[in-house]
């Protein structure tokens, strides 16, 4: 299936541990992002990358790596997790970023991280 | 910044009615705005986009307009089914950085 696809789909950890959601997509995008969903729903821009390049970059704290090793993979490292990150986080693409493709952006499933 | 509302919060119908979306955005200077629906739990199914040029889109019993100059759009949902029963986000694209910026959504409930 050409899809975005994410893993895992739910992560439940440790304050203070280090974690990673990886990210695919098979529709030859040449960008990628990531967005939060927090608990009142409301979804925020955190990266997005062109060409494993980094063009979007919201306050998002430093604690937030993102990864794209290449064009169809983009990886979110969270490192020394706080309690307020627990929240949905997606992926999605679309072609190039100055054309922001004419079928818009394709959404993952989602990773649900519970912070405990 | 821009700023992305939906209004009402939260609508419940009976089987049938036809459902009317509100989504209005702060700057106009749009290059696209698309409608998704997000079932509980699962993640976001583009439902329609709309070019900035373009005034509306329509797939279906689904019908998106927009008005730029105000900024507004409206999706109807024509002879609503359960199966409606969602949370439907509304999105615009930024013409400067392209980036999504969402609505809190309606959460629809149609009623069997």
């Known amino acids: 299936d050409t899809a975005v696809s994410q893993t895992p789909k739910y992560l ?4 203070g541990n280090d974690k990673s959601i990886k990210c695919e997509q098979n529709l030859g995008h040449d960008t990628m992002y990531w967005y939060k969903q927090d608990s009142k729903k409301f979804l925020k821009i955190m990266f997005s990358y062109n060409n494993k ?4 970059n919201e306050t998002v704290p430093n604690r937030f790596s993102p990864k794209s090793p290449d064009k169809a993979h983009l990886n979110l490292h969270i490192n020394s997790l706080e309690l307020g990150d627990s929240a949905v986080y997606f992926c999605a693409s679309s072609h190039q970023k100055g054309l922001a493709s004419h079928v818009g952006q394709f959404f993952g ?7 405990l | 910044k821009q700023e992305v509302t ?7 119908v009976p089987e049938g009615e036809n459902l009317v979306l509100n989504c209005s955005f702060t700057d106009s200077a ?3 705005l698309q409608w998704f629906r997000q079932d509980p739990g699962k993640g976001l199914t583009s439902l329609l986009l709309i070019q900035s040029s ?5 797939s279906g019993r689904l019908n998106a307009s927009l008005d730029k100059s105000s900024g507004r759009s ?8 359960p199966g409606d029963s969602a949370t439907y986000l509304c999105a615009v694209s930024n013409r400067n950085d392209y980036k999504l910026s969402f609505g809190a959504g309606t959460t629809v409930t149609v009623r069997a």
């Open chain 2, 30 to 32: 749009i290059y696209n």
């Open chain 1, 12 to 15: 439940v950890t440790q304050m």
């Open chain 1, 109 to 115: 499933p989602g990773t649900r991280l519970t912070v």
């Open chain 2, 54 to 58: 373009q005034r509306e889109q329509t």
């Open chain 2, 6 to 12: 939906q209004i009402p919060a939260a609508l419940s």
């Open chain 1, 53 to 56: 390049e980094l063009i979007i």
């Open chain 2, 74 to 81: 409206t999706l109807y949902i024509a002879a609503s089914q």
